[in-house]
Protein backbone atom coordinates (compact mmCIF):
# COMPACT_ATOMS: atom_id res chain seq x y z
CA UNK A 1 0.00 0.00 0.00
CA UNK A 2 1.40 3.31 -1.03
CA UNK A 3 1.69 5.57 2.09
CA UNK A 4 -0.05 9.22 1.38
CA UNK A 5 3.24 10.91 1.35
CA UNK A 6 3.92 8.84 -1.87
CA UNK A 7 0.86 9.50 -3.12
CA UNK A 8 1.29 13.05 -3.01
CA UNK A 9 4.75 13.10 -4.66
CA UNK A 10 3.54 11.09 -7.53
CA UNK A 11 0.62 13.51 -8.27
CA UNK A 12 2.95 16.77 -7.82
CA UNK A 13 5.66 15.24 -10.26
CA UNK A 14 2.27 14.25 -12.84
CA UNK A 15 0.94 17.71 -12.48
CA UNK A 16 4.28 19.58 -13.04
CA UNK A 17 5.78 17.74 -16.10
CA UNK A 18 6.90 18.97 -18.97
CA UNK A 19 4.55 17.81 -21.45
CA UNK A 20 1.63 19.91 -19.89
CA UNK A 21 2.91 22.91 -21.30
CA UNK A 22 3.23 22.26 -24.85
CA UNK A 23 2.10 24.15 -27.33
CA UNK A 24 0.11 21.45 -29.53
CA UNK A 25 -1.90 18.48 -27.75
CA UNK A 26 -3.35 15.51 -30.02
CA UNK A 27 -6.07 13.20 -28.54
CA UNK A 28 -6.69 10.01 -30.78
CA UNK A 29 -9.43 7.42 -30.76
CA UNK A 30 -11.93 9.52 -28.00
CA UNK A 31 -15.24 8.87 -27.63
CA UNK A 32 -16.55 12.35 -27.17
CA UNK A 33 -19.06 13.92 -24.92
CA UNK A 34 -19.72 17.74 -25.67
CA UNK A 35 -21.29 18.77 -22.62
CA UNK A 36 -24.95 19.08 -24.49
CA UNK A 37 -27.58 16.50 -24.10
CA UNK A 38 -25.93 14.63 -27.65
CA UNK A 39 -25.47 11.44 -28.03
CA UNK A 40 -21.20 10.17 -27.59
CA UNK A 41 -19.22 10.40 -30.84
CA UNK A 42 -17.14 7.73 -31.16
CA UNK A 43 -13.85 7.52 -33.49
CA UNK A 44 -12.51 11.30 -32.97
CA UNK A 45 -9.81 13.16 -32.26
CA UNK A 46 -8.96 16.42 -31.21
CA UNK A 47 -6.04 18.95 -31.68
CA UNK A 48 -5.58 21.21 -29.05
CA UNK A 49 -3.57 24.03 -29.95
CA UNK A 50 -2.42 27.36 -27.90
CA UNK A 51 -4.91 26.46 -25.37
CA UNK A 52 -8.00 26.08 -27.56
CA UNK A 53 -9.79 22.91 -29.53
CA UNK A 54 -8.58 23.77 -32.85
CA UNK A 55 -9.76 20.75 -34.64
CA UNK A 56 -12.26 17.54 -34.23
CA UNK A 57 -11.72 14.74 -36.45
CA UNK A 58 -11.77 11.36 -37.29
CA UNK A 59 -8.26 11.91 -38.32
CA UNK A 60 -6.66 15.79 -37.12
CA UNK A 61 -3.57 14.95 -38.88
CA UNK A 62 0.43 15.25 -37.35
CA UNK A 63 1.20 17.54 -34.33
CA UNK A 64 4.62 18.78 -33.33
CA UNK A 65 3.17 18.38 -29.56
CA UNK A 66 1.99 14.91 -27.73
CA UNK A 67 -0.06 12.57 -28.75
CA UNK A 68 -1.97 10.50 -25.58
CA UNK A 69 -4.10 7.71 -27.39
CA UNK A 70 -7.09 7.67 -25.52
CA UNK A 71 -8.26 4.04 -26.86
CA UNK A 72 -12.10 4.61 -27.37
CA UNK A 73 -11.95 6.52 -23.70
CA UNK A 74 -14.94 9.16 -22.94
CA UNK A 75 -13.19 12.65 -23.13
CA UNK A 76 -15.93 15.64 -22.07
CA UNK A 77 -15.52 18.94 -20.81
CA UNK A 78 -14.31 20.59 -18.11
CA UNK A 79 -16.20 20.07 -14.58
CA UNK A 80 -17.69 23.37 -13.58
CA UNK A 81 -18.36 23.62 -9.72
CA UNK A 82 -20.85 26.56 -9.28
CA UNK A 83 -20.61 27.09 -5.95
CA UNK A 84 -17.38 25.94 -3.99
CA UNK A 85 -15.79 27.65 -0.80
CA UNK A 86 -12.14 26.96 -2.19
CA UNK A 87 -9.58 29.24 0.01
CA UNK A 88 -6.16 27.58 -0.10
CA UNK A 89 -3.67 26.65 -3.00
CA UNK A 90 -3.84 23.15 -1.53
CA UNK A 91 -7.39 23.16 -2.15
CA UNK A 92 -7.63 24.40 -5.50
CA UNK A 93 -5.36 21.67 -7.04
CA UNK A 94 -7.47 19.10 -5.31
CA UNK A 95 -10.04 20.75 -7.18
CA UNK A 96 -8.18 20.54 -10.07
CA UNK A 97 -6.95 16.68 -10.16
CA UNK A 98 -10.88 15.96 -9.73
CA UNK A 99 -11.69 17.34 -12.94
CA UNK A 100 -13.04 20.43 -12.01
CA UNK A 101 -11.44 23.36 -14.35
CA UNK A 102 -13.88 25.97 -13.43
CA UNK A 103 -15.18 27.10 -10.31
CA UNK A 104 -17.31 29.89 -8.37
CA UNK A 105 -16.35 30.52 -5.16
CA UNK A 106 -19.18 32.08 -3.43
CA UNK A 107 -17.94 33.39 -0.32
CA UNK A 108 -14.58 33.55 1.50
CA UNK A 109 -13.62 34.88 5.10
CA UNK A 110 -11.21 37.71 4.63
CA UNK A 111 -11.12 38.34 0.88
CA UNK A 112 -8.82 35.59 -0.06
CA UNK A 113 -10.90 34.37 -3.11
CA UNK A 114 -9.31 37.44 -5.29
CA UNK A 115 -5.84 36.96 -4.71
CA UNK A 116 -6.03 32.86 -5.00
CA UNK A 117 -7.41 33.52 -8.15
CA UNK A 118 -4.81 35.81 -9.78
CA UNK A 119 -2.03 33.56 -8.49
CA UNK A 120 -3.81 30.60 -10.74
CA UNK A 121 -3.91 32.94 -13.27
CA UNK A 122 0.03 33.78 -13.02
CA UNK A 123 0.51 29.76 -13.26
CA UNK A 124 1.87 30.28 -9.63
CA UNK A 125 -0.82 28.00 -8.13
CA UNK A 126 -2.17 24.90 -9.90
CA UNK A 127 -5.99 25.13 -9.83
CA UNK A 128 -9.12 25.81 -11.72
CA UNK A 129 -10.35 29.14 -13.40
CA UNK A 130 -11.80 30.95 -10.79
CA UNK A 131 -14.23 33.31 -10.66
CA UNK A 132 -14.93 35.13 -7.10
CA UNK A 133 -17.65 36.67 -5.10
CA UNK A 134 -15.16 37.66 -1.79
CA UNK A 135 -17.90 37.91 1.67
CA UNK A 136 -21.28 37.18 1.63
CA UNK A 137 -23.51 40.41 1.77
CA UNK A 138 -25.80 39.40 4.56
CA UNK A 139 -27.83 41.19 7.58
CA UNK A 140 -25.29 39.79 9.67
CA UNK A 141 -21.72 40.30 8.60
CA UNK A 142 -19.14 37.80 10.13
CA UNK A 143 -16.05 39.12 12.33
CA UNK A 144 -13.58 38.43 9.11
CA UNK A 145 -15.40 40.83 7.01
CA UNK A 146 -14.97 43.75 9.19
CA UNK A 147 -11.19 42.76 9.59
CA UNK A 148 -11.20 43.04 5.74
CA UNK A 149 -13.66 46.37 5.63
CA UNK A 150 -12.96 48.48 8.36
CA UNK A 151 -14.63 51.47 7.55
CA UNK A 152 -18.29 49.59 7.49
CA UNK A 153 -17.50 48.83 11.25
CA UNK A 154 -21.00 50.65 11.83
CA UNK A 155 -22.74 47.85 11.03
CA UNK A 156 -21.42 45.57 13.69
CA UNK A 157 -23.84 45.90 16.26
CA UNK A 158 -27.11 46.57 14.43
CA UNK A 159 -26.68 44.43 11.48
CA UNK A 160 -26.74 45.56 7.45
CA UNK A 161 -29.88 46.70 7.07
CA UNK A 162 -31.04 49.23 3.88
CA UNK A 163 -30.55 49.39 0.22
CA UNK A 164 -28.13 52.44 0.29
CA UNK A 165 -26.10 50.66 2.40
CA UNK A 166 -26.12 47.15 0.88
CA UNK A 167 -25.37 49.36 -2.25
CA UNK A 168 -22.38 51.03 -1.10
CA UNK A 169 -20.66 47.29 0.20
CA UNK A 170 -21.54 45.88 -3.21
CA UNK A 171 -19.31 49.03 -4.76
CA UNK A 172 -16.48 48.35 -2.45
CA UNK A 173 -16.67 44.67 -3.32
CA UNK A 174 -16.75 45.55 -6.90
CA UNK A 175 -13.65 48.10 -6.93
CA UNK A 176 -12.17 44.98 -4.90
CA UNK A 177 -12.34 42.86 -8.39
CA UNK A 178 -14.94 40.18 -7.84
CA UNK A 179 -16.50 38.82 -10.10
CA UNK A 180 -19.95 38.00 -8.66
CA UNK A 181 -21.70 39.02 -6.22
CA UNK A 182 -23.25 36.92 -3.60
CA UNK A 183 -26.10 38.05 -1.23
CA UNK A 184 -28.34 35.87 1.56
CA UNK A 185 -32.30 36.49 0.90
CA UNK A 186 -32.75 33.62 3.88
CA UNK A 187 -30.61 32.49 7.09
CA UNK A 188 -28.08 29.58 6.60
CA UNK A 189 -29.10 25.73 6.93
CA UNK A 190 -25.23 24.81 8.13
CA UNK A 191 -25.27 26.71 11.72
CA UNK A 192 -27.60 25.73 14.59
CA UNK A 193 -28.41 29.00 15.50
CA UNK A 194 -30.15 30.11 12.14
CA UNK A 195 -33.32 28.51 10.76
CA UNK A 196 -33.15 28.41 7.04
CA UNK A 197 -36.72 29.11 6.57
CA UNK A 198 -36.53 32.76 7.54
CA UNK A 199 -35.41 35.52 5.14
CA UNK A 200 -32.74 38.19 5.69
CA UNK A 201 -32.41 40.79 3.34
CA UNK A 202 -35.26 42.41 1.69
CA UNK A 203 -36.39 42.43 -1.95
CA UNK A 204 -35.28 46.44 -2.07
CA UNK A 205 -31.92 45.24 -0.26
CA UNK A 206 -31.47 42.64 -2.89
CA UNK A 207 -32.47 44.74 -5.71
CA UNK A 208 -29.97 47.38 -4.77
CA UNK A 209 -27.14 44.78 -5.41
CA UNK A 210 -28.71 43.26 -8.49
CA UNK A 211 -28.71 47.19 -9.48
CA UNK A 212 -25.07 47.81 -8.57
CA UNK A 213 -23.79 44.64 -9.58
CA UNK A 214 -25.46 45.14 -13.10
CA UNK A 215 -24.08 48.83 -13.90
CA UNK A 216 -20.58 47.23 -13.39
CA UNK A 217 -21.44 44.18 -16.07
CA UNK A 218 -21.42 41.07 -12.85
CA UNK A 219 -24.51 39.22 -11.90
CA UNK A 220 -25.58 38.56 -7.99
CA UNK A 221 -26.55 34.89 -6.63
CA UNK A 222 -28.59 34.41 -4.00
CA UNK A 223 -28.29 32.18 -0.86
CA UNK A 224 -31.73 31.03 -0.36
CA UNK A 225 -34.15 28.47 1.35
CA UNK A 226 -36.96 30.28 2.54
CA UNK A 227 -40.11 30.16 0.52
CA UNK A 228 -40.45 34.66 1.13
CA UNK A 229 -36.63 34.51 0.33
CA UNK A 230 -36.42 32.59 -2.79
CA UNK A 231 -39.38 34.99 -4.14
CA UNK A 232 -37.74 38.38 -3.40
CA UNK A 233 -34.77 36.76 -4.15
CA UNK A 234 -36.31 36.04 -8.26
CA UNK A 235 -38.25 38.98 -8.36
CA UNK A 236 -35.12 41.08 -6.82
CA UNK A 237 -33.54 39.99 -10.50
CA UNK A 238 -30.62 37.60 -9.27
CA UNK A 239 -28.97 35.18 -11.84
CA UNK A 240 -29.49 32.13 -9.82
CA UNK A 241 -31.16 30.99 -6.56
CA UNK A 242 -28.34 29.00 -4.46
CA UNK A 243 -30.48 26.32 -2.39
CA UNK A 244 -33.88 27.18 -3.10
CA UNK A 245 -34.81 24.46 -0.63
CA UNK A 246 -38.45 25.62 0.40
CA UNK A 247 -39.66 27.73 -3.37
CA UNK A 248 -42.59 27.08 -3.70
CA UNK A 249 -44.37 26.78 -7.15
CA UNK A 250 -45.34 30.38 -7.81
CA UNK A 251 -41.37 31.22 -7.83
CA UNK A 252 -40.53 28.35 -9.67
CA UNK A 253 -42.80 29.42 -12.80
CA UNK A 254 -41.08 32.60 -12.23
CA UNK A 255 -37.75 31.77 -12.20
CA UNK A 256 -38.99 29.86 -15.99
CA UNK A 257 -40.08 32.89 -16.70
CA UNK A 258 -37.14 34.85 -16.24
CA UNK A 259 -34.41 32.51 -16.38
CA UNK A 260 -33.02 32.31 -13.41
CA UNK A 261 -30.99 29.61 -12.68
CA UNK A 262 -31.16 26.80 -9.72
CA UNK A 263 -27.84 25.53 -8.31
CA UNK A 264 -29.83 23.12 -5.51
CA UNK A 265 -26.10 22.00 -3.97
CA UNK A 266 -27.89 18.92 -3.46
CA UNK A 267 -24.55 17.29 -2.37
CA UNK A 268 -24.31 19.90 0.70
CA UNK A 269 -26.80 17.57 2.44
CA UNK A 270 -24.81 14.71 2.83
CA UNK A 271 -21.93 16.27 5.11
CA UNK A 272 -25.10 18.02 7.34
CA UNK A 273 -26.39 14.41 7.80
CA UNK A 274 -23.00 12.58 9.19
CA UNK A 275 -21.72 15.38 11.53
CA UNK A 276 -17.97 15.09 13.14
CA UNK A 277 -19.10 15.51 16.39
CA UNK A 278 -21.68 14.14 19.08
CA UNK A 279 -22.66 18.02 20.32
CA UNK A 280 -26.20 19.21 20.47
CA UNK A 281 -25.81 21.57 17.22
CA UNK A 282 -24.24 18.42 15.26
CA UNK A 283 -27.56 16.27 16.24
CA UNK A 284 -29.28 19.81 15.45
CA UNK A 285 -28.05 19.91 11.96
CA UNK A 286 -28.46 16.36 11.49
CA UNK A 287 -32.12 16.36 12.37
CA UNK A 288 -32.39 19.62 10.24
CA UNK A 289 -30.65 17.66 7.36
CA UNK A 290 -32.99 14.75 7.35
CA UNK A 291 -35.99 17.16 6.99
CA UNK A 292 -34.44 19.43 4.24
CA UNK A 293 -32.98 16.85 1.76
CA UNK A 294 -36.65 15.16 0.84
CA UNK A 295 -37.91 18.95 0.31
CA UNK A 296 -35.10 20.11 -1.89
CA UNK A 297 -35.07 16.95 -3.60
CA UNK A 298 -39.14 17.19 -4.01
CA UNK A 299 -38.13 20.80 -5.68
CA UNK A 300 -35.63 19.94 -8.03
CA UNK A 301 -38.52 17.29 -9.55
CA UNK A 302 -40.48 20.32 -9.68
CA UNK A 303 -38.09 22.85 -10.92
CA UNK A 304 -36.71 20.48 -13.77
CA UNK A 305 -40.37 19.44 -14.91
CA UNK A 306 -41.01 23.84 -15.67
CA UNK A 307 -37.79 23.48 -17.49
CA UNK A 308 -35.45 25.52 -15.40
CA UNK A 309 -31.65 25.17 -16.02
CA UNK A 310 -29.74 23.20 -13.05
CA UNK A 311 -26.52 23.83 -12.05
CA UNK A 312 -24.10 21.03 -10.44
CA UNK A 313 -22.18 22.19 -7.60
CA UNK A 314 -20.10 20.88 -4.43
CA UNK A 315 -20.97 23.88 -1.52
CA UNK A 316 -17.65 22.44 -0.54
CA UNK A 317 -13.79 23.67 0.35
CA UNK A 318 -12.31 20.68 -1.37
CA UNK A 319 -11.10 19.16 2.16
CA UNK A 320 -7.85 16.71 2.06
CA UNK A 321 -10.18 14.19 3.09
CA UNK A 322 -10.06 14.20 7.20
CA UNK A 323 -12.84 16.73 7.27
CA UNK A 324 -16.73 16.01 7.33
CA UNK A 325 -18.30 16.99 3.88
CA UNK A 326 -15.41 16.49 1.50
CA UNK A 327 -17.69 16.45 -1.42
CA UNK A 328 -16.97 16.06 -5.25
CA UNK A 329 -19.11 17.40 -8.22
CA UNK A 330 -20.26 13.49 -9.24
CA UNK A 331 -21.45 13.61 -5.31
CA UNK A 332 -23.75 15.92 -7.02
CA UNK A 333 -24.73 14.49 -9.73
CA UNK A 334 -25.73 11.29 -7.82
CA UNK A 335 -28.76 13.07 -5.98
CA UNK A 336 -29.65 14.61 -9.42
CA UNK A 337 -30.31 11.69 -10.74
CA UNK A 338 -32.05 11.04 -7.68
CA UNK A 339 -34.11 13.45 -8.02
CA UNK A 340 -35.22 13.14 -11.55
CA UNK A 341 -32.91 14.23 -13.95
CA UNK A 342 -31.64 11.30 -16.45
CA UNK A 343 -27.52 11.39 -16.77
CA UNK A 344 -27.12 13.61 -19.69
CA UNK A 345 -28.90 16.07 -18.36
CA UNK A 346 -26.69 15.53 -14.84
CA UNK A 347 -23.48 15.46 -16.98
CA UNK A 348 -25.24 19.41 -18.73
CA UNK A 349 -25.54 20.24 -15.44
CA UNK A 350 -22.05 20.37 -14.60
CA UNK A 351 -20.59 21.50 -17.76
CA UNK A 352 -22.61 23.36 -20.30
CA UNK A 353 -25.31 24.93 -17.82
CA UNK A 354 -22.29 25.79 -15.37
CA UNK A 355 -20.81 27.73 -18.20
CA UNK A 356 -24.44 29.52 -19.40
CA UNK A 357 -25.12 30.28 -15.44
CA UNK A 358 -21.10 32.42 -14.76
CA UNK A 359 -21.48 33.78 -18.42
CA UNK A 360 -18.53 31.97 -20.14
CA UNK A 361 -20.73 29.74 -22.40
CA UNK A 362 -18.57 31.20 -25.14
CA UNK A 363 -15.79 30.02 -24.43
CA UNK A 364 -15.70 26.52 -22.35
CA UNK A 365 -18.29 24.32 -20.70
CA UNK A 366 -18.83 22.11 -24.12
CA UNK A 367 -16.34 20.23 -26.48
CA UNK A 368 -15.94 22.59 -30.10
CA UNK A 369 -13.76 24.05 -32.08
CA UNK A 370 -12.55 27.34 -30.86
CA UNK A 371 -13.74 27.02 -27.47
CA UNK A 372 -10.88 26.25 -24.39
CA UNK A 373 -9.62 23.33 -24.26
CA UNK A 374 -10.81 22.24 -20.68
CA UNK A 375 -11.57 18.44 -20.77
CA UNK A 376 -11.24 15.56 -18.60
CA UNK A 377 -11.05 11.58 -19.61
CA UNK A 378 -12.84 9.07 -17.88
CA UNK A 379 -12.37 5.11 -18.64
CA UNK A 380 -16.54 4.51 -19.35
CA UNK A 381 -19.76 5.84 -20.32
CA UNK A 382 -21.04 8.61 -17.33
CA UNK A 383 -24.30 8.13 -19.46
CA UNK A 384 -24.38 4.62 -17.98
CA UNK A 385 -22.38 5.08 -14.96
CA UNK A 386 -22.06 8.43 -13.76
CA UNK A 387 -19.58 7.34 -10.72
CA UNK A 388 -16.67 7.09 -14.01
CA UNK A 389 -16.52 10.89 -13.06
CA UNK A 390 -14.87 10.26 -9.72
CA UNK A 391 -11.73 9.33 -11.06
CA UNK A 392 -10.68 11.44 -14.39
CA UNK A 393 -7.94 9.27 -16.00
CA UNK A 394 -6.65 12.95 -17.58
CA UNK A 395 -7.44 16.47 -17.14
CA UNK A 396 -6.64 19.33 -19.31
CA UNK A 397 -6.89 22.67 -18.18
CA UNK A 398 -6.43 26.14 -21.16
CA UNK A 399 -4.81 23.43 -23.31
CA UNK A 400 -2.72 22.09 -20.64
CA UNK A 401 -2.21 18.59 -19.53
CA UNK A 402 -2.96 18.88 -15.43
CA UNK A 403 -3.02 15.37 -14.59
CA UNK A 404 -2.10 12.10 -16.70
CA UNK A 405 -2.82 8.66 -15.34
CA UNK A 406 -4.11 7.26 -18.55
CA UNK A 407 -1.14 4.34 -18.14
Known amino acids: MLKRSDVLLAVVLVVTAPAGLAAELRLTSATVLDGTLGAPRRGLSLLV ?11 VGATDGETLDLAGRFVLPGLIDAHVHIDSP ?39 ELLVSGPHVRTRLGASFFMAFPQFGRFMEGGLRGPDNVAEIVRELLERGVDVIKVSASERAGLADTDPRKPELTEGEIHAAV ?175 ITALFEPLLVVTDGRVALNRLD
Open 211 to 385: AEAASKGKFVAAHAHSRGGCAAAVRAGVRSVEHGTYADDSTLDMMKARGTFLVPTLAAMSPLADPSGEDADAVTLQIRTHHMAPVVCGMVRRARARGITIVASTDGGYADGNETGDMRVPHDLERMLGCGLTPAEAVAAATANGARLLGIEGRTGRIAEGLEADLIVVDRNPLED
Open 90 to 128: EAALRALQSGVTTARVLGDSGLQGPGLRELIRAGHVKGP
Open 49 to 59: RDGRVARIAPD
